[in-house]
């Protein structure tokens, strides 16, 4: 039933900044939402993720006052600010959404059953 699509990826140097963005063909109000980020050689790994309200948030401890997650419902988007990236925040960043409105503290991949293409964030000098 949706359809999301991520912008914003590129080539940044470390402790740079980016935000990425996330917008759904249909309406995101009902849906938790959250960040995944993939490496080479490496499973796709849980960045952060916000409840369909906004009201909760979780975040992986590894990106953990560095990201902030963010959601409009109004206009359907999510967004992922990214602040001094360090080069292993590289990976191919995905944004989901479960078919509830929850967002776990685990951030298990299992409930996320939309997924948008990816985009690519680099980091380095």
């Known amino acids: 039933q949706l359809q999301l699509v991520e912008s914003g990826g590129g080539l940044v140097q470390p402790g740079g900044s980016l935000r990425l963005s996330c917008a759904s063909s249909?309406?995101?109000?009902?849906?938790?939402v959250g960040w995944f980020r993939q490496s080479p050689g490496k499973e796709r790994e849980p960045v952060a993720c916000?409840?369909?309200?906004?009201?909760?948030?979780n975040y992986a401890d590894s990106v953990k006052g560095r990201f902030t997650i963010s959601r409009d419902n109004a206009k359907n988007m999510m967004y992922l600010q990214m602040n001094n990236l360090k080069p292993e925040d590289t990976g191919v960043y995905y944004c989901?959404?479960?078919?509830?409105?929850?967002?776990?503290?685990?951030?298990?991949?299992?409930?996320?059953?939309?997924w948008g293409q990816g985009t690519l964030v680099t980091v380095s000098s």
């Open positions: 989901a959404a479960e078919r509830l409105g929850g967002c776990s503290r685990r951030m298990s991949i299992q409930p996320f059953t939309y």
């Open positions: 916000i409840s369909s309200s906004g009201a909760s948030t």
């Open positions: 249909g309406t995101l109000h009902e849906h938790g």
